[in-house]
């Protein structure tokens, strides 16, 4: 399972392997030996320049300073402060340091082909302003290539935002589990390449800290996926009921290809009845029924899940019909429209939540809903999950997924091109997809935040919304492969 640490977890592990016997001392020289194996991993021997700050960072600089200094490279290395101010760990390494210890500054970097960032790490705490920040300045201005180690400093570990300034790196080394700051923007494109090096602290601490905030990768749901079996009926595959706009109905249309192909035995587009001839024609796997039936057919409980929102129009109709459906405790997908509708009393949304359900904004619809909310993605997407009761995808180039129970995904991929028109109706049609075929709603929702972002990766350039439930098949078909011997699974 790809964990990811709190700061503060990191600091409980680190605190906990020393009191079990294995020294800091020891901690920071494997840090540092895990730096010096991604440089010489990637660079050739070259001109050095080691930026040290005034804690264990600092620390860890010292002893990647002495490492390629022992091998020969040509090392200058900067300490931000004085020697004597420096304590523990970090001290220590100062003293094997025989080199000169510089002022830090800006001339450190004129002529360096390759710069070690050791400013800052997990115990960034403020801004980083004066003559740091023009240190910064110089290092992201150069064509040094650049190697931070634990963060990017100016990086917060768990926001992943920037602090007054911050280094952009080649490559991020960090130790024993990657921090929230990797993942969550802008901190995941300051870091360059990302690697987590293992130092020594034993994954039954790790373990024993309950993580509960994870890479979202095929192992924290490839377990759960309900794949049909010999004897597999349509009506074992469940039957979504999607609400379909009147005007708008190319919203729903992607949505509901996208729950079919997401795996959904059954789907029926509720709408208008000037409007299901389209939804007919355009889908002949698709029934289609009057919207006013909606209410009579939620009393069949065959009919086990809804989405409503995309094209659904904000207003009381929407705000009825998601109540209705949320009171029936059927699995339901909220998005657009049916979240838009709740803005001005969101608490009527909230009371109504029964059944597992899925909300997903963007950050427009997030603000309206819990407008007093703020602080980094995973802590406001965490909040919105234990308010509301549902799970929240708060979606983004970084989508968070949160559960009511504190778990938090994150959505690691490169896919730009999911940015068009109708790519948000498709997520939505893939999680109620997953969830009517039974899978538990954290990891359904997880497990179609991973395909919509491999989809518009895999794809590329040229990308439309209507490419992406095409594309479910393949990465549907590598994973029911990788299933048969788990281990193999892509990640
Ligand atoms: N045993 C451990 O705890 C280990 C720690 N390691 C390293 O230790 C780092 C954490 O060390 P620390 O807790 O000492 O934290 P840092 O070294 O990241 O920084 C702490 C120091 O920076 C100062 N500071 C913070 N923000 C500032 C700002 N904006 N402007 C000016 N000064 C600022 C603080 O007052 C403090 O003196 C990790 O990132 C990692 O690199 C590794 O050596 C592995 C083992
Ligand atoms: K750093």
């Known amino acids: 399972m790809s964990e990811i640490l709190t700061i503060a977890q990191m600091y409980e592990a680190d605190k906990q392997t020393i009191a079990n016997g294995l020294p800091g001392e020891v901690l920071m020289e494997n840090a540092g030996h895990a730096v010096v194996d991604a440089i010489l991993a990637r660079f050739q021997p070259c001109s050095v320049s080691v930026l040290c ?29 004085e020697v004597a101010g420096l304590g523990g760990d970090a001290a220590l390494n100062a003293r094997k340091w025989t080199g000169a210890t510089e002022r830090l500054s800006a001339a450190l970097i004129v002529g360096a082909e390759l710069v070690v960032d050791c400013i800052f790490g997990a115990g960034l705490a403020r801004d980083i302003e004066g003559d ?31 602090r007054g300034v911050a280094i ?10 990657a921090k929230p700051g990797h993942y969550l923007l802008p901190g995941r494109a300051l870091c360059g390449e990302r690697v987590v090096a293992d130092i020594g602290i034993p994954d039954a601490i790790v373990a024993a800290l309950k993580p509960d905030i994870y890479l979202n990768t095929p192992r924290l749901w490839a377990d759960h996926i309900v794949w049909p079996g010999l004897a597999g009926h349509k009506y074992h595959r469940g039957h979504v009921l999607a609400l379909g706009g009147a005007q708008t109905t190319g919203a ?20 208008d009845p000037a409007a299901l001839p389209l939804y007919a024609q355009d889908m002949p796997g698709v029934m289609v029924a009057p919207i006013a039936r909606f209410e009579d057919m939620m009393q069949d409980c065959r009919h086990n899940g809804v989405i409503i929102g995309p094209g659904a129009g904000i ?40 059944g597992p359900t899925v909300m997903t904004p963007h950050e427009g619809e997030f603000s309206r809903l819990f407008a007093d909310m703020d602080g980094d993605k995973v802590t406001r997407a ?15 180039a970084d989508t968070v997924v949160a559960a009511p129970d504190g ?40 497990m179609a935040v991973w395909l919509h972002g491999q989809a518009g990766h895999k794809f590329g350039p040229g990308l439309i919304a209507e490419d992406i439930p095409e594309a479910l098949p393949a990465l549907l078909s590598d994973l029911w492969r990788a299933g048969v011997a788990p281990d193999s699974s892509p990640h």
Do not use: Y
């Open 132 to 162: 740091i920040a023009d240190i910064v300045h110089a290092v992201n201005d150069s064509s040094a290539k650049v190697v931070a180690v634990d963060m990017p400093s100016g990086v917060d570990g768990m926001s992943g935002q920037v």
């Open 382 to 396: 965490r909040a919105a999950a234990r308010r509301s009761g549902a799970i929240i995808v708060l979606k983004g």
């Open 315 to 354: 207003g009381d109709d929407t705000r009825r019909r998601v109540v209705h459906a949320l009171h029936c405790a059927r699995a339901c997908v909220l998005d657009a429209d049916a979240l838009t509708s709740f803005a001005e009393d969101p608490s009527t949304l909230f009371f109504a939540v029964q």
């Open 252 to 271: 729903m249309r992607l949505a509901a290809r996208a729950a079919r192909r997401a795996g959904a035995g059954l789907l029926t587009v509720l709408a």
């Open 407 to 446: 778990r938090v995904a994150i959505n690691d991929i490169f896919a730009p091109w999911l940015a068009t028109a109708g790519s948000g109706d498709v997520l939505a049609g893939i999680i109620i997809g997953l969830l009517v075929q039974g899978m538990p709603a954290f990891e359904a929702t997880s």
């Open 53 to 81: 700050g005034p804690g264990n960072n600092g620390g860890d600089g010292f002893v990647v300073a002495r490492l390629l200094r022992a091998r020969g490279w040509n090392v200058r290395l900067g300490l931000m402060g």
């Open 168 to 177: 952009d790196a080649d490559v991020t080394v960090t130790f024993c589990r």
